[in-house]
């Protein structure tokens, strides 16, 4: 099985869209979406009928939550409470029903799917160090765990005697007895410094995890920021991967 995963969409259509059709040449059999479909992009609704739509399994992310209702923008950046709450008045009841009604945490033959960390998937910390990623280990049961929201693809893992390490993504070829975490990246708001959508695919017969990154029409996903009146940081941001 070919698992196309991805994270952090921020109601970027256009990188959205170029990472499914990236995933469909690249054998995907099954979408697993990481949360935040919303927040800080101009098509919010849009980005989250074609999750929807595309993927199998979907988990809730922060800027899901505060958008559906569910919690007040307290820990957010300025932008990004600005973002979210225009998020939050274009979605329909419909959409904010769909995210209510999202898991924090998915469970899929041997991986599990949160957004933020296994740990404790509703506080939303960064799990960005191999420290963090240690703490976290113990907190699930499959071989293999995916997160997002930190925006930068990462790769941590632990061997059966609890030595932890960190690998660069790329592909990664995964070793008999090895657990691991698997930050991969953000498909609308990259930033590692490099502005090209990002997600992995875990390929479960070959035993490995790849990650790819797949140019966008980034212009026209920062036309619409501009034209919508939200800051300008978030148009700027996104030619620059940070
Ligand atoms: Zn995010």
């Known amino acids: 099985m070919r698992y196309a995963v991805c994270s952090d969409i921020h109601g970027n259509l256009e990188a959205l869209s170029a990472v499914c059709a990236s995933a469909e040449v690249e054998g995907a059999e099954s979408l697993i979406f990481l949360g935040d479909a919303v927040g800080y992009g101009a098509d919010p609704g849009p980005a989250l009928d074609r999750v929807k739509s595309e993927a199998d399994v979907s988990v809730i992310g922060n800027h899901d939550y505060v958008a559906a209702g569910m919690e007040q923008p307290i820990d957010f950046s300025p932008d990004a409470r600005e973002a979210v709450l225009w998020t939050r008045e274009r979605l329909s009841r419909e959409q904010r029903e769909y995210l209510t009604g999202l898991d924090a945490v998915a469970v899929v033959e041997d991986f ?22 240690e703490i976290n ?75 790819f990154r797949v140019d966008y029409d980034v212009a026209s996903a920062q036309d619409k920021i501009l034209k919508e009146g939200l800051p300008t940081h978030l148009a700027r941001r996104l030619a620059q991967g940070i």
């Open 137 to 211: 280990f113990p907190s699930f049961e499959t071989r293999l765990c995916f997160v997002g929201h930190t925006h930068l693809p990462a790769v941590y893992w632990e061997d059966s005697r609890g030595r932890t390490g960190t690998e660069r993504p790329g592909l990664i070829s995964l070793q008999n007895g090895h657990r691991y975490i698997i930050n991969v990246g953000s498909v609308g708001q990259p930033r590692d410094g490099d502005p090209r959508a990002c997600y992995a695919m875990y390929d479960t017969g070959r035993g490995t995890v790849d990650f």
């Open 112 to 133: 599990t799917a949160v957004h933020a960390t296994p740990l404790d998937p509703l506080a939303w910390e960064y799990l960005s160090s191999q420290w963090e990623a």
